[in-house]
């Protein structure tokens, strides 16, 4: 697994378009390279942020919207459609907007879906098709994603792994169903960091003042069960995309002085 590195941003709208720029680069490259990316999308502010900035750069024509998959890091247990639910946000923000196949979507299912309310029923159907999609040169039963896209809470969760509960101590399942969030709405489906950590890159995005404590805690060796922002990592790159109010908890030794 890799270790850290932090990117610090004047300002949260610097750190969207610098991110949605990096992101281009990546799946361009990784297009150019193996013929198809694939990317794992986040909910949340900075990540919404991130696709709205990627849907305003004149670079997204560089992407082959057709040779992409997309997959998601967690989702909120809702009907189809919920404004609330991270693909409903993410279409909004950017997928309307660009030729992506549908077929190449791959949505975290619904509470009205086919596994009615049944959230577990709900995420071994996720885990399967991840594990359809693994090739045999992938390191787990989920394909080695080009880049993992994770926002950070302000109480160090990521995709809807929170402090304590049980979805951050698993070690078998790559999706599991998560009941109780602190956030609403309480239940929520989620990839687990053995997932997480399958991916090339892992990219985990805050900005603002409330992301600084868990921004300090995450990166100053906690564990992942109370932080487990400090367990997402990627097995070739594990990237920090701050702005500099998140970083504002960090000694300013962790950061190159070119950075902000
Ligand atoms: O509920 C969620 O929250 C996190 C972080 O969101 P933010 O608005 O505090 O940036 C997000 O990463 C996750 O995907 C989402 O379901």
Redesign the pocket.
């Known amino acids: 697994m890799s270790t850290p590195q932090l990117v610090v941003h004047r300002d949260k709208e610097l750190m969207a378009e610098a991110a949605a720029a990096r992101l281009i680069t990546r799946i361009v490259d990784a297009q150019a390279s193996r013929g198809s990316a694939s990317v794992v999308l986040?909910?949340?502010?900075?990540?919404n942020g991130l696709l709205a900035a990627l849907a305003g750069s004149p670079a997204r024509d560089a992407v082959d919207w057709s040779r992409l998959d997309l997959w998601w890091?967690?989702?909120?247990f809702l009907p189809e459609g919920d404004p609330e639910r991270?693909v409903t946000q993410a279409r909004e923000a950017l997928l309307d907007a660009v030729p992506v196949d549908p077929a190449r979507v791959r949505a975290m299912p619904a509470s009205d879906g086919p596994h009615g309310t049944d959230v577990e029923a709900a995420a071994a159907a996720y885990a399967r098709r991840l594990a359809e999609a693994a090739g045999p040169e992938d390191h787990a039963a989920v394909p080695s994603f080009d880049v993992l896209l994770?926002?950070?809470?302000?109480d160090t969760?990521?995709?809807?792994l929170f402090p304590e509960l049980p979805a951050v101590r698993e070690t078998e399942r790559t999706v599991v169903g998560v009941h109780g969030a602190p956030?609403p709405p309480p239940t929520?489906v989620s990839l687990t960091l053995p997932a997480i950590r399958a991916a090339r890159e892992v990219w985990l995005?805050?900005a603002g003042e409330d992301?600084a404590k868990a921004v300090a805690v995450a990166l100053s060796g906690a564990g992942e069960i109370q932080a487990p922002a400090a367990g997402a990592r990627g097995r070739s790159r594990t990237l920090w995309l701050l702005d500099a109010a998140a970083a504002s908890g960090l000694p300013r030794s962790m950061y190159p002085p070119a950075s902000a």
């Open positions: 986040t909910g949340g502010r900075n990540g890091g967690d989702e909120r991270n994770l926002g950070v809470g302000p969760h990521v995709a809807s956030k929520r995005l805050a992301k």
